[in-house]
Nanobody, 115 residues
């Protein structure tokens, strides 16, 4: 019943911007944190950015200064504003939801940055 749905991915030119959105819905325990991970073919999934309920954030070094995570706690929604995109940002981006009991993953949204 729990759904984690991402949107906003697509194809952009290097230097461009995208805004990803993720909404968690359905019956679940209270959310403690939400974030974004990404995975390129043949690579391990890696953390991009996370935010807990108090607003504390973590960013991968590779995206600091370019990506911004934000949340709407009332709507169980998390966003990722991506600017100055680089070809190496190309990956499937997954929304991650952390609750007291278990975690949830979205199905992913493709981000492709062309040079």
């Amino acid at each position: 019943q729990v759904q984690v749905v991402e949107s906003g991915g697509g194809l952009v030119q290097a230097g461009g911007s995208l805004r990803l959105s993720c909404a968690a819905s359905g019956r679940m325990f209270s959310i403690n944190a939400m974030g974004w991970y990404r995975q390129a073919p043949g690579k391990q999934r890696e953390l991009v950015a996370t935010m807990n309920n108090g607003g504390s954030t973590n960013y991968a070094d590779s995206v600091k200064g370019r990506f911004t995570i934000s949340r709407d706690n009332a709507e169980n929604t998390v966003y990722l504003q991506m600017t100055s995109l680089k070809p190496e940002d190309t990956a499937v981006y997954y929304c991650h939801v952390v609750t007291r009991v278990r975690n949830y993953w979205g199905q992913g949204t493709q981000v492709t940055v062309s040079s």
